[in-house]
C-alpha cells in the first residue's frame, strides 16, 4: 500500500459522502466537517433505516442527495427532506458513485459496506474506510481493484491510521513486523470461567472508546483486533505472522511499526476518533484542531502485555481464518455478525460468541470460485448457517 497521499485540498472545498451518516463514525465525521466548513462539503448522506436523525442532518448541511437503506422508510425520508432521496442497495451503490464526489467515508457497520466500496472504488475515488469488515471480507480484492482504478484507500480505523501514519516516507521493504494495540476492552482482568455470565450491559461498557454496539462488543471479545489484523495484511501488504498484537489497555499508543534496523515508530494521542477520521480527510496535510492532546509533563504509564489467546478465542478464530485464506475470512466475519446481533438480543450467551464461529467455520461449505461474487456468497450462506446452528430464527 501507498502511502504516499497528495494533498487534494486546495482550492474549493473537498466534496464528500458519508455512507453511514447516523453512526458513530459518520456523526464525528460530520463534527469535523463543522470544524472546517469552507474545507469540506457535506454532498451525500445515507442511513439504515435512521429517518429522523437523517433527516436532522441533511437539513444542517444541505446534501444533493440522501439514501435511506430501509425501503420501507423511503417515504417518510421524501416527507422530511427537499434534496434527491434513494433506497436500498441500488441507492447506497448510486450515492458510492455520485457524480464528482472527492471522498467516499465508509462507514457503514458490517459487511454492508463491501458493495458501495466497490463502487467508490470503480469510480477511482478516495476512501477513507472505516469499514474493517470490507477489506475482511475481500481484502485481496480490494487491493487489486484500487490499483486498477487508481483508487486511494486511507484507513480511518485508530490503528490502522497510526500504522499509516508511522509509513509516511518510509519503504515497505524496511518493515520487520507492525504491532496492533488493543485495550483489551472491558473484561482484561475478568476471568475466563466467568465469560458465561456476561451481560449485554456489561459488555457495552468500554472503558477507552464511545464506539457503536457492533464494535464494542467486538472489542470485548478482541474480535475486532482479528478484524484489524486481516485488514492490516491487505492494506500493507505484510505477512500474517509478521502482525502482533499487544494489549495496551491506556489506548495512548495506537500502534507500532517495528523496522528492521531494530527502530519502532509509535503513533500516540488521546482515544479520540475524530483524529483518525481529520486524517483521513486531511492526509498528507495536518488542520489545527482542539481535539484534546496528551499532558506530556503528567506522569504517563504505558503497560504492555501479550494477549491471552485461550481467553479472547476470537482473535485466534481470525488469524486461523486469514491463514486459510480464500473466502474463509468472509465466513468467519458473516458468523460473528451474526453471534454479535444474537448477543445483543440476548439469544445468545457471551462466552457461546466464539463456539458459534468456529462452529460455522468448521462445517461451512466454502463457494467455488476466487471473485467478489464467491466472497458475497461465503459471506451470506455463513450467516444462515450460523442462525440454523445457534437454534434461533433469523434476525
Known sequence: MSTESPSIFAGPPIRIAILGSTGSIGTQTLDIVRLFPERLKVVILTAGSNVDLLSQQAAEFDPECVVIADTDREAALKSSVTCTVLSGIEGLMEAASWPEVDVVVTALVGAAGLVPTLEAIKCGRRIALSNKETMVVAGDLIQQMA???????????????????????EPLDSIDRLIITASGGPFLKRSLDTFDQI???????????????????????????????IEARWLFGIDPERIDVVIHPESIVHSMVLFQDGSTKAQMGPPDMKVPIQYALSAPDRWPADHGVIDWNVPVALNFQAPDLTKYRC??????????????????NGANEVAVGLFLEEKLGFSRIPILIEDVMMRIQLPEGEGIESRIRADADSRRLAVELAGVGAN
Open 147 to 169: 490499483g486498477e482504478f487508481d483508487s486511494h484507500i486511507i484507513p480511518v480505523d485508530s490503528e490502522h491510521s497510526a500504522i499509516y501514519q508511522c509509513l509516511v516516507g
Open 199 to 229: 451481560t449485554r450491559t456489561e459488555a457495552l461498557n468500554h472503558p477507552n472508546w464511545k464506539m457503536g454496539t457492533k464494535i464494542t462488543i467486538d472489542s470485548a471479545t478482541m474480535m475486532n483486533k482479528g478484524l484489524e489484523v
Open 315 to 332: 482473535l485466534s478464530l481470525a488469524y486461523e481464518a486469514l491463514g486459510e485464506g480464500g473466502a474463509m475470512t468472509a465466513v468467519m
